[in-house]
């Protein structure tokens, strides 16, 4: 079996929010912010808001901490998962926070910024379903050249699948190269070090792969006791170069 270990990926230059398509879905958990330059101090929430479509500030849509990674140069916002999943009491008093079919506006003017960021997203139907690579189009390249190799998904990724998705060579061994991720997260992009030799390729999937509502490759995230369930099998997907 190859070994799909993390490796650590290049934060986006500039400061930067994923999803950065134009939509999310109605039960979307997590956003994540990128900067260009780490920050001082923890993300003051107090002035992280979600407007609706007249907008007005949306009220109790996040949890109250940011989760910051050790650099400060990313952080992720989780909205209030209580009001995402069907049946719990902060979804039957409050509703969802994201509402299908209307536009929804993040805007973040915390002072260490430098300047206040802001991303606008329509909102579509929920996504229930878990991962399934299967459902994946992969756009091969040509023998003896170095063009991207492209996945192509139904939906959105998490922006950290540029290092939870890895290509096995027709020796079995991990092929080196620069992943990307492009179309909103929805294209997975990989340029090879090397040309491409021709054989039979995997796609190796991580099992913490997930995508921006929190579903993964075992389970969705509504799934009952989805969050005690562990993630161990990798994904795979097949494909050639002739």
Known sequence: MLAL?????????????????????????????????????????????????????IPDAFLDLPLADRSGMQATLLLHPGRIKRGVGPNVALGPALRSGQPVTLRIDDPQLGRPLEQRWLVTAPLRQRIDPQQWT??????????????????????????????QGPDGRRVPGIATLA?????????????????????????????????????????????????????ELAFAIN
Not at 183 to 202: D, M
Not at 210 to 218: T, Y
């Open 138 to 167: 992969v756009q091969t390249a040509r023998r003896g050249g170095r063009l991207p190799l492209r996945v192509v998904m139904p939906a959105a990724l998490d922006g950290a699948a540029t290092e939870q998705i890895a290509v």
């Open 5 to 57: 270990a993390l490796v650590p990926g290049l934060a986006l230059a500039g400061a930067g929010v994923t999803p950065s398509g134009p939509e999310v879905a109605e039960n979307l958990l997590r956003i994540e912010l990128h900067f260009d330059r780490p920050l001082t101090a923890p993300l003051d929430m107090a002035h992280v808001i979600l407007l609706d479509s007249a907008g007005a500030p």
């Open 183 to 235: 179309a909103g997260e929805r294209e997975w992009r990989f340029t090879p070090a090397r040309r491409w030799r021709p054989g039979a390729y995997v796609l190796r999937i991580h099992p913490q792969l997930e995508d921006p509502q929190g579903n993964r490759l075992c389970s969705a995230f509504e799934e009952n006791a989805q969050s005690a369930q562990r993630c161990e099998a990798e994904g």
